[in-house]
């Protein structure tokens, strides 16, 4: 049976005349990444800080865990990462883990041994006793994850959690939240960066304008309907007037073809006819387009959402 961790039924919500959310539904599957995309003001925010319990004054349904989201028996079992969260940066690293570890109410024993190794994990170990002040920005991204995961949480929140981090850092978080998701975890990320949420993500929504626009696998999303790319054995050429004349469009893409299929027509009748022919098939694919592409034709001619007033 499937367990959904995470599941927003119809949610909306205002800000006064701005329609922030307008009926958005989603489940993340337990042991799942799920990230969420959408241009600035799509309203990627407002869901998770509703799903958390912080925005109130919404519509819809939300649970976390099979619960009603919100509550404080729930958000134990919840980290989450803000954007542009700050943190006091009188705190050193150790001193600020130690500080929400105590909320959290993690005992001292459990903290001494955790925290060194969470810092570590995020590579901040040789900084740990340095004041946050003294941070780079990626630095205090990693100390912020860091503080996400403090208490071994079941689901994790994350806002844009790669922001300000360089290319080797991203990587490394990268490998962290795979490690989560084999142990089980489920964790819900917004993300501008596509390249990285193709890399990263099971599943991802597309947000425009409040509404829900696009849902499912990175692997459905990006499938190009109806185009399969063909390659032939070494010195073979496709014989692509005589595949016209059957009713199929094939163009050359450098050593491969792109082919074309009308509503009805299937692959396979390309398939034989080559192999009719003596052609040796050495590549066949349907074609993929990137997650960028898709979310830039999703969002075509919007403009970002920077303008309070809708
Ligand atoms: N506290 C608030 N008061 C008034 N309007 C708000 C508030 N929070 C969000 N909004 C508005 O709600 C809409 C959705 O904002 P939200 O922060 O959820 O977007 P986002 O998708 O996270 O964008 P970004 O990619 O820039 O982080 C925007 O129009 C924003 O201006
Ligand atoms: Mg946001």
Same mark, same amino acid.
């Given at each position: 049976?499937?367990?959904?961790? +995470?599941?927003?039924?119809?949610?909306?919500?205002?800000?006064?005349?701005?329609? !922030?959310?307008?009926?958005?539904?989603?489940?993340?599957?337990?042991?799942?990444?799920?990230?969420?995309?959408?241009?600035?003001?799509?309203?990627?925010?407002?869901?998770?800080?509703?799903?958390?319990?912080?925005?109130?004054?919404?519509?819809? =349904?939300?649970?976390?865990?099979?619960?009603?989201?919100?509550?404080?028996? +729930? /958000?134990?079992?919840?980290?989450?990462?803000?954007?542009?969260?700050?943190?006091?940066?009188?705190?050193?690293?150790?001193?600020? $883990?130690?500080?929400? &570890?105590?909320?959290?109410?993690?005992?001292?024993?459990? /903290?001494?041994?955790?925290?060194?190794?969470?810092?570590?994990?995020?590579?901040?170990?040789?900084?740990?006793?340095?004041?946050? @002040?003294?941070?780079?920005?990626?630095?205090?991204?990693?100390?912020?994850?860091?503080?996400?995961? $403090?208490?071994?949480? %079941?689901?994790?929140?994350?806002?844009?959690?790669?922001? &300000?981090?360089?290319?080797?850092?991203?990587?490394?978080?990268?490998?962290?939240? !795979?490690?989560?998701?084999?142990?089980?975890?489920?964790?819900?990320?917004?993300?501008?960066?596509?390249?990285?949420?193709?890399?990263?993500?099971?599943?991802?929504?597309?947000? =425009?304008?409040?509404?829900?626009?696009?849902?499912?696998?990175?692997?459905?999303?990006?499938?190009?309907?109806?185009?399969?790319? +063909?390659?032939?054995?070494?010195?073979?050429?496709?014989?692509?007037?005589?595949? !016209?004349? $059957?009713?199929?469009?094939?163009?050359? %893409?450098?050593?491969?073809?792109?082919?074309?299929?009308?509503?009805? =027509?299937?692959?396979?009748?390309?398939?034989?006819?080559?192999?009719? @022919?003596?052609?040796?098939?050495?590549?066949?694919?349907?074609?993929?387009?990137?997650?960028?592409?898709?979310?830039?034709?999703?969002?075509?001619?919007?403009?970002?959402?920077?303008?309070?007033?809708?």
């Amino acid at each position: 049976m499937t367990v959904f961790d +995470v599941e927003a039924r119809e949610l909306s919500k205002s800000y006064g005349r701005i329609e !922030a959310l307008r009926g958005v539904s989603l489940a993340v599957r337990r042991g799942e990444i799920y990230g969420l995309l959408g241009q600035n003001g799509a309203g990627k925010t407002t869901l998770i800080k509703i799903l958390l319990g912080i925005t109130r004054g919404w519509r819809g =349904q939300a649970l976390l865990l099979g619960q009603r989201a919100g509550t404080v028996r +729930v /958000r134990r079992r919840v980290g989450y990462l803000p954007e542009d969260h700050r943190f006091p940066d009188y705190h050193t690293g150790y001193s600020l $883990l130690d500080f929400y &570890g105590q909320l959290l109410g993690l005992a001292r024993a459990v /903290r001494r041994a955790r925290i060194p190794a969470m810092l570590d994990t995020v590579g901040l170990a040789g900084r740990m006793h340095t004041k946050i @002040r003294g941070y780079s920005k990626g630095m205090k991204q990693r100390l912020g994850i860091a503080q996400a995961l $403090l208490h071994e949480p %079941d689901v994790v929140f994350l806002d844009e959690p790669t922001d &300000g981090v360089d290319p080797v850092g991203r990587r490394q978080i990268r490998e962290m939240l !795979a490690q989560l998701r084999s142990q089980g975890k489920t964790i819900f990320l917004n993300s501008h960066l596509l390249s990285e949420v193709e890399l990263i993500c099971d599943r991802v929504g597309i947000l =425009q304008r409040g509404r829900m626009v696009r849902e499912g696998s990175i692997a459905e999303l990006t499938r190009v309907q109806g185009i399969f790319v +063909v390659g032939l054995a070494a010195g073979q050429t496709l014989p692509t007037a005589e595949l !016209a004349q $059957l009713g199929f469009q094939a163009v050359a %893409d450098g050593a491969v073809w792109d082919i074309y299929l009308n509503q009805g =027509q299937s692959i396979d009748t390309v398939v034989d006819w080559l192999r009719g @022919r003596g052609l040796s098939i050495r590549h066949l694919v349907e074609k993929r387009q990137t997650l960028e592409d898709l979310f830039l034709q999703t969002v075509s001619g919007d403009v970002p959402d920077r303008d309070p007033i809708r």
